[in-house]
């Protein structure tokens, strides 16, 4: 690698880590595209594998600081996560028998259709006392399970961690704020991005060097998110409208540049 590259793989892994420490998630949404058109990996498969062992080293040192100011609900993120798991497992296996062309058109596609779905207004209050028990499994498990199947699976088809998609769902779940789900979304996201990581190392699909450069700069940018994500926390909406837009335009690039 020369010393441009170097640098590009460290500044990528940065922004990696400040997304997911500040939104819980996009990290991985962003960073096959940051390998594909700025690092310049050849192989979009190469680059699904290895973002997946960069996010997920990266979402689990995000995981501690949130964890630390008891952001997590950790049984909707335990439910949540060992769905997802089954889901990435199978997604995995798919996704590595797509051309790459046709994976990151398909892959542009869905940020923009996520990016829309987070600028719709969301009907229903949040509630954050709440929690999975006893007394609430019987509402809560019918949309929990589903939907960490469902997320698990184009985790697994994508190579992502998945966090843009587990945050709405896991608000969409069980209506807990913003703040809980991006911490709670991080327990998920380090379970399934392990669990495609592991999928696509044994193939072959990962390029550990740069792994290892990704995983610096975002071990450094997880630790400014978080805390940019507490000074910021009053303008919750503004942050979510700008993540949305950045996403929409990621994935039109990603599309166009593909197709």
């Not at 596609?109 to 709440?130: C, E, H, N, T």
Request: a positive charge; proline letters at 3%.
């Amino acid at each position: 690698m020369t010393a441009t590259e170097i640098l590009l793989a460290l500044a990528s892994g940065g922004l990696i880590g400040i997304v997911l420490g500040l939104v819980g998630g996009g990290g991985s949404i962003l960073s096959v595209p940051l390998l594909v058109y700025v690092v310049g990996v050849g192989s979009a498969h190469a680059a699904i594998g290895t973002a997946a062992v960069a996010v997920t080293t990266n979402a689990l040192a995000s995981l501690v600081g949130h964890a630390r100011a008891g952001m997590i609900k950790w049984p909707c993120a335990m439910v949540f996560a060992m769905a997802g798991v089954i889901g990435a497992t199978a997604g995995a296996e798919i996704g590595k028998t797509v051309d790459g062309t046709s994976l990151l058109t398909l892959f542009g596609l869905l940020m923009i259709s996520v990016g829309l779905s987070m600028l719709r207004k969301r009907q229903r209050k949040d509630d954050p006392a709440v929690r999975l028990s006893r007394g609430t499994a019987a509402a809560l498990l019918p949309r929990l399970v589903p939907m960490g199947l469902g997320v698990g699976l184009a985790a697994g088809f994508f190579g992502i961690g998945g966090g843009f998609l587990i945050v709405p769902a896991l608000m969409a779940a069980t209506a807990m704020p913003f703040a809980y789900a991006v911490g709670t979304s991080l327990v998920v996201v380090t379970a399934l991005g392990l669990t495609t990581a592991i999928s696509y190392g044994l193939s072959g699909y990962v390029d550990w060097p740069l792994t290892i450069l990704l995983v610096a700069g975002g071990t450094l940018g997880a630790g400014m998110g978080v805390w940019l994500g507490q000074w910021l926390a009053s303008y919750k909406s503004l942050f979510e409208r700008i993540f949305a837009v950045l996403v929409i335009a990621v994935g039109i690039h990603a599309a166009i540049g593909a197709a």
